[in-house]
T-cell receptor
Framework: AQSVAQPEDQVNVAEGNPLTVKCTYS??????LFWYVQYPNRGLQFLLK??????LVKGSYGFEAEFNKSQTSFHLKKPSALVSDSALYFC???????????FGAGTTVTVRA | NAGVTQTPKFQVLKTGQSMTLQCAQD?????MSWYRQDPGMGLRLIHY???????DQGEVPNGYNVSRSTTEDFPLRLLSAAPSQTSVYFC????????????FGPGTRLTVL
């Protein structure tokens, strides 16, 4: 069975500081990893994905994520956070030939001005 | 394109009532799915479909039925609502090939009294 863990329920950072949201996964086989963001009372929006290739992937709104196979992690990062980055972030995983997507519990990010 | 649309946005039911949550997409996506979002639990997959006439169970299918008579529509039916089904429901769709990201609808907030 596949699963995702987001060890932090909340992350608080000051505007302009680096932002990191942690994600670890467990799968049988090669993972396909995704990050989504949810703003209040909205649906989920896709940020970025790792399928294969370069371990550092870049996505929307200046976000990037680093895939680390040995640590089974896929942490989301942004060098300089904005107040508008305050939202709920979800990590998700799936595997080859299985279209079911498993989500983590989510991490609430608060960026203070 | 309207993307993924869901109706209604809000619904209140009494225990034992039935209803159908509607989901439609205009992107010609083969894959469609239903999730429920509960605090601290992330998104959990209820049912999914890889094409018209094909559906399968996800992680939490009990109490829900689905059908896929067309590529565009994927309704979710609650046969006899229970308070445990109080949740926010999201429909999502994606291309089947290339492990593409899923596109989410705006959600339906359901309360069962």
């Amino acid at each position: 069975a596949q699963s995702v863990a987001q060890p932090e329920d909340q992350v608080n950072v000051a505007e302009g500081n680096p932002l990191t949201v942690k994600c670890t996964y467990s799968v049988s086989g090669n993972p396909y990893l995704f990050w989504y963001v949810q703003y209040p009372n909205r649906g989920l929006q896709f940020l970025l994905k790792y399928i294969t290739g370069d371990n550092l992937v870049k996505g929307s709104y200046g976000f990037e994520a680093e895939f680390n196979k040995s640590q089974t992690s896929f942490h989301l990062k942004k060098p300089s956070a904005l107040v508008s980055d305050s939202a709920l972030y979800f990590c998700a995983v799936r595997v080859l030939n299985d279209y079911k997507l498993s989500f983590g519990a989510g991490t609430t990010v608060t960026v203070r001005a | 394109n309207a993307g993924v649309t869901q109706t209604p946005k809000f619904q209140v039911l009494k225990t034992g009532q039935s209803m159908t949550l509607q989901c439609a997409q205009d992107m010609n996506h083969e894959y469609m799915s239903w999730y429920r979002q509960d605090p601290g639990m992330g998104l959990r997959l209820i049912h999914y479909s890889v094409g018209a006439g094909i559906t399968d169970q996800g992680e939490v299918p009990n109490g829900y039925n689905v059908s896929r008579s067309t590529t565009e529509d994927f309704p979710l039916r609650l046969l006899s609502a229970a308070p445990s089904q109080t949740s926010v429901y999201f429909c999502a769709s994606s291309r089947l090939a290339d492990y593409n990201e899923q596109f989410f609808g705006p959600g339906t907030r359901l309360t069962v009294l």
